[in-house]
């Protein structure tokens, strides 16, 4: 196992702001091109900040386990998730500052978000499901296993982050499922937009007895 820095801000964060490094275990020699999704070691899941106290407590848990909680995602989209049955699932994307994550903070303008990360090795030990583009895309679904998932997905296509090419822009909403409830030991980092979030994430962790790294990354998130 090797250090790296990992150029967040080329990895997912809104083009034309400064990269922020930071230092990150690994297991390959060499880091990847920054600009090749495929080759990167991370997985995010946006939430609101006022979701945090329920996550350090009892774990990111699939939206059908959930009662009181802040969801941010679009009720109709919710509803059709519900209907094939993906809120028994708890999804994340291959990159921060994808069309999802962009869309919810374009219409929730006044709350905080944060990104929970965890290592895609993590999700190929533990069965994760990928779905190769936007679940939503059409009404034929395909779930594949990790392995299978990964290689389905377009890439090279993602890697443009053309969000003007409709085929692209659903390539980059693909996503990975975990089937189980993620805990707070689980997560590889949360990233914060900014130090007054970072703070309250430090208040929440120390209230739920929990502890895990916090990284202030204003370029992953839509200002």
Sequence with gaps: MTHALLNLTERGGWLGQKPVQIDVQVKETAMPDVKNIKGQ????????VENLDGIF???????ADLTDFTDVADSEILNK???FELDRYVPFHWF???????????SRPKSKFVLISVYRSFAKQNGWKIIPRHPL???DIQIFNYNEGFETINWELMSTRDYLNADCKSICMAECL???I???KDFFM??????EVETLCSEKMRKAGVKVRLSVNPGMFRK
């Design 190 to 195: 949360i990233f914060v937009p900014s130090s």
């Design 57 to 63: 407590q009892e774990g990111l848990k699939p939206r």
């Design 137 to 139: 895309a059409s009404d």
């Design 81 to 83: 998730r519900k209907v």
């Design 178 to 180: 975990s089937p189980n």
């Design 182 to 184: 993620v805990f707070p």
């Design 41 to 48: 070691y991370l997985l995010y899941h946006l939430t609101s």
């Design 96 to 106: 921060a500052a994808n069309p999802f994550d962009g869309s919810v903070q374009l």
